[in-house]
């Protein structure tokens, strides 16, 4: 089957770095993407990964690694303005999301 | 530029009526689909559209139809509802199937007593 793994929820203080992990089990892998949920929201697109490595985009950065199936978001000088859920998917025909992390952030 | 739009935003039913969901896209993409999203259980798919004329189901399609009337609008539709599809609606759409960038329209928050 198709799966995504995070954890449920992450607390950070403000100021500080945080990793919201991602692991997938699927039969085809085109890429890895992010997106953001407010608390009453919609999600939002905020990166993909389609190779290995690194992909920066101002204080976020996203990462993936195809041979361990393993991504991560990456969130630097958190503000609390980042207090929202995060969830990775994998786009194939269709989209398949994770179940979305709670970043929780403390002044 | 509207994006993806969605409407109703809040809807109340009571068990057994029925529902139609409108969705209707201006980015001329090619995929859609219909989530629900229930606390803690992420966003799951109901249904897509990878393209006009074409529809497949998703995780969770009991109890849901739809329509894909015309490369911008996506439908869905409860026959008859049930408190077990009280839940927050989102239709999305992408270039292609397997784009990288989903768009969200802005949600429906349905509740069935």
Redesign the interface.
Known sequence: GQSLEQP?EVTAVEGAIVQINCTYQTSGF??L?W?QQHDG?????LS?N?LDGLEETGRFSSFLSRSDSYGYLLLQELQMKDSASY?C?Y??????????TRLHILP | NAGVTQTPKFQVLKTGQSMTLQCAQDMNHNSM?W?RQDP??????IY?S?SEGTT?K?EVPNGYNVSRLNKREFSLRLESAAPSQTSVY?C?S?LT???????????TRLTVV
Do not use: H, N
């Not at chain 1, 929201?41 to 697109?45: D, L, R, S, V, Y």
């Not at chain 1, 786009?91 to 979305?100: A, E, M, R, S, Y």
């Not at chain 2, 803690?40 to 798919?45: A, K």
């Open positions: 449920s085109y890429g993407s997106y929201g919609a999600p939002t697109f993909y389609g969830f998917a786009p194939l025909d269709k989209i398949i999301f994770g179940k979305g | 689909y989530y803690g259980m992420g966003l799951r798919l897509y990878a497949d998703g989102f999305a992408t199937g397997g784009a990288a960038e989903a768009f969200f329209g802005q949600g």
